[in-house]
């Protein structure tokens, strides 16, 4: 199966940067590849339910934004390296969450939901500090 590894969090000041990587690893029971799959990074904040910041389609071609990190964060992948990025500039408090790496499907006006992830990673956390 598909093995999702992110990296790349860490405790940061408010308006600092940083770079999350998630690098997969494996097929899927059915032999595919992680260039075939959608990515998305999720984010779940204590006592927050997990939403769906950014996508990248197949190709990297196609993106989504949540409106709260649009101009914010940007979602990039390179199929060669079966790796995906999100850079994350000017970080606020409130960007404060475990970040997720997931393997899917999803809608380019809506985003990924819980139900179009075939794997998940298992999350790396973002501090970022007032």
């Known amino acids: 199966q598909v093995q999702l590894v992110e990296s790349g969090g860490g405790l940061v000041q408010a308006g600092g940067s940083l770079r999350l990587s998630c690098a997969a690893s494996?097929?899927?029971?059915?032999?595919?590849?992680?260039?075939?799959?959608?990515v998305g990074w999720f984010r779940q904040a204590p006592g927050k339910e997990r939403e769906n910041v950014a996508a990248?389609?197949?190709?990297?071609?196609?993106?989504y934004y949540a409106d709260s990190v649009k101009g914010q964060f940007t979602i990039s992948r390179d199929n060669a390296k079966n790796t995906v990025y999100l850079q994350m500039n000017s970080l606020k408090p409130e960007d404060t969450a475990v970040y997720y790496c997931?393997?899917?499907?999803?809608?380019?006006?809506?985003?990924?939901?819980?139900?179009?992830?075939?794997?998940w990673g298992q999350g790396t956390q973002v501090t970022v500090s007032s």
């Open positions: 997931a393997a899917g499907y999803f809608n380019s006006a809506a985003g990924m939901v819980a139900r179009q992830v075939d794997y």
């Open positions: 990248i389609s197949e190709s990297g071609r196609i993106t």
């Open positions: 494996g097929r899927s029971y059915a032999g595919r590849s992680f260039s075939t799959y959608d």
